[in-house]
């Protein structure tokens, strides 16, 4: 396993993540005065944000139900727990979007290639287990 986002195993077969993008900062205020350069004022952690870059190969290896399992989390609107490989808890996120890429269709429409490109955002709290109960529930309707 690569990461474990929600009910989603990202793994090298069928659903590949092969880059992974972070970002977090600190905010600050800026202040203006007078005859000098603006102070600044902090005011805490900014967003946190991970990009999640995939590829799946569903002719030859499957993983089309891997996105039918990330969009239903997505469409919950609910956090997401994301844990690394190697154990690694990094917290709740929020699905904020996913972006989907299809080459080389084949007669059905689906791509032989899929690019996914999934944006998460940390969430300050992780989800209920009523929540998530019925996020799971949802996946086998």
């Known amino acids: 396993m690569l990461y474990q986002l929600g009910a989603l195993t990202l793994d090298v077969a069928p659903f590949n ?18 005859g000098g350069m603006k102070p600044r004022e ?4 900014a967003d946190e ?7 799946l190969f569903p002719h030859r290896f499957g993983g089309l139900s891997g996105l039918s399992v ?3 989390m997505r469409a919950s609107g609910q956090p997401q727990i994301l844990v690394r490989g190697d154990g690694l808890n990094r917290g709740w996120f929020l699905i904020d979007k996913v972006k989907e890429t299809n080459a080389f269709l084949t007669r059905e429409g689906v791509g032989r290639q899929i690019d996914v490109s999934i944006s998460l955002i940390r969430s300050p709290v992780g989800a209920s287990a009523g929540s998530i109960l019925s996020t799971l529930m949802s996946l086998f309707r």
């Open 17 to 34: 993540t092969h880059e992974v993008e972070r970002e977090a900062g600190f905010d600050f205020a800026a202040k203006d005065v007078v």
């Open 42 to 45: 902090p005011m805490g952690e």
């Open 49 to 55: 944000t991970i990009t999640l870059e995939c590829r």
């Open 70 to 72: 990330l969009d239903g």
